[in-house]
């Protein structure tokens, strides 16, 4: 017999807007990737971010904004997260497991989409730490192949280890069975390290301002006639960034007032 206390079947379903949690896999000890169940009415533009989380001990949602890493095709969710020790949710993030449920709300929203830019030949993506989310979602869209003829990709992190999530990315890239000949030779990778040892080393804002980057891939520096600019990082990158852009003669541009940069902060628990 069924005790008279059994919840009713929707109970089950404690979390509102839950997702199930696919796969997960730690990059270093400070940072790890998962993957979701996908709302089949989810629609986002590729560079958008979604505010997920966990229920708190309080009963309440604790939700944060996340950069959704996954191509508007992909029938999951990604996402690549800090972890911080002491942080209220990324210290409970970082231990979900496949079939573990998250919270997700699909209302995604943001400034680094297509829409946000004139038409140009050029697109560069600027990213330090976690702020590679977006562009790994952008870097895995056809649309970002059919806008521009060359995409270059520069991250910087302290660490080498760090920079792994997108370099794996990244190589995948001319292989995969969906994208794989759309980007050919159209993307360029130029990852930086600030603390290590690396094949290249230093900031993006120095090594645009000194010309370093120009030279060592072989591309004219950055105008305004050409060159589009995505920027997600720290606050102070940013800001760096901006100056740096506007430099050129860039100017920033928004959903409502396209131009030739965009920015977002990446998102910390
Ligand atoms: P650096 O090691 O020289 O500070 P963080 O972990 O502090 O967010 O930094 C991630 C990466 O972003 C590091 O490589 C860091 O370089 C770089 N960075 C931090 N602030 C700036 C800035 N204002 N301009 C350019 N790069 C920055």
New binding site residues.
């Given amino acids: 017999a069924i005790p008279a206390d059994t919840p009713p079947a929707a109970a089950h379903k404690a979390l509102p807007d839950a997702q199930t949690v696919t796969s997960v896999r730690h990059w270093t000890d400070r940072l790890f990737s998962f993957r979701v169940t996908r709302p089949r009415s989810l629609r986002f533009r590729s560079g958008e971010f979604v505010m997920i989380g966990l229920m708190g001990d309080n009963g309440k949602p604790l939700l944060r904004a996340y950069s959704i890493a996954s191509p508007a095709w992909d029938e999951e969710l990604e996402f690549y997260s800090i972890k911080v020790p002491d942080g209220p949710l990324t210290s409970k993030l970082q231990h979900i497991q496949p079939g573990d449920e998250i919270i997700l709300r699909p209302k995604p929203v943001g400034t680094l989409v297509h829409d946000a830019l004139l038409p140009g030949t050029r697109l560069w993506l600027f990213a330090?730490?976690t702020g590679i989310a977006p562009f790994a979602s952008l870097m895995r869209d056809p649309e970002t192949y059919e806008r521009y003829d060359q995409i270059i990709m520069m991250h910087?992190?302290?660490e080498a280890a760090e920079l792994e999530y997108g370099r794996e990315l990244i190589e995948s890239l001319p292989e995969d069975p969906l994208i794989g000949e759309m980007v050919g030779d159209k993307l360029k990778y130029y990852p930086t390290?600030?603390?290590d040892d690396f094949a290249h080393k230093g900031?993006?804002?120095?090594n645009l301002t000194s010309g370093k980057v120009f030279a060592d891939l072989g591309l004219p520096p950055i105008t305004p006639g050409a060159d589009r600019g995505m920027v997600c990082?720290?606050l102070?990158?940013n800001?760096?960034?901006k100056a740096v852009l506007e430099g050129f003669g860039l100017r920033e541009g928004a959903n409502s007032d396209p131009a030739e940069y965009v920015v977002e902060k990446a998102f910390v628990g």
Avoid: V
């Avoid at 900031?203 to 120095?206: A, E, G, P």
């Fill in positions: 330090t730490g910087a992190c302290r390290t600030t603390q900031r993006i804002t120095d990082g720290s102070g990158f800001t760096d960034m």
